[in-house]
């Protein structure tokens, strides 16, 4: 596996932990529809949080939440509707999310962008 797909599953394994410990429970990773693909789906009492991680192992370019590009964003929001209709019953509040993760020799810094975009 590639460096940059080791960082990747890492990021997203240290985002699912993080979330954990906020009080989220995770109903599905790395969910897929249609081309479209959702790094981790949480729920915290009546909010599911569609959530994207970006891991970078430097902040050089950008930080991390500024490589979701608007393509993307489109994806994930057909993707999570599809979830959504597919599998919640109950009324609730859907958010989109970013955990952006830059990891390198320094060490880890990790942040938790509540509602990182509207998906109307």
């Not at 240290?14 to 599905?28: C, R």
């Not at 991680?53 to 050089?60: C, G, I, L, N, Y």
């Not at 959504?84 to 962008?113: C, M, P, S, W």
């Amino acid at each position: 596996m590639a460096d940059h797909n080791i960082l990747g599953t890492e990021g997203e394994d240290m985002a699912a932990s993080f979330v954990q410990k906020e009080g989220y429970d995770i109903l599905k990773r790395n969910y897929t529809y249609n081309k479209g693909e959702i790094d981790i789906i949480a729920r915290k009492n009546d909010i599911i949080a569609i959530i994207e991680v970006k891991t970078r192992s430097t902040p050089d370019f950008g930080d991390p939440q500024t490589f979701l590009k608007p393509k993307q964003i489109k994806k994930l929001i057909a993707t999570a509707d599809h979830y959504v209709q597919e599998y919640i019953t109950d009324n609730v509040e859907v958010r989109f999310d970013i955990v952006a993760i830059i990891r390198n020799k320094q060490g880890t810094k990790l942040e938790h962008i509540k509602d990182a975009f509207y998906h109307f």
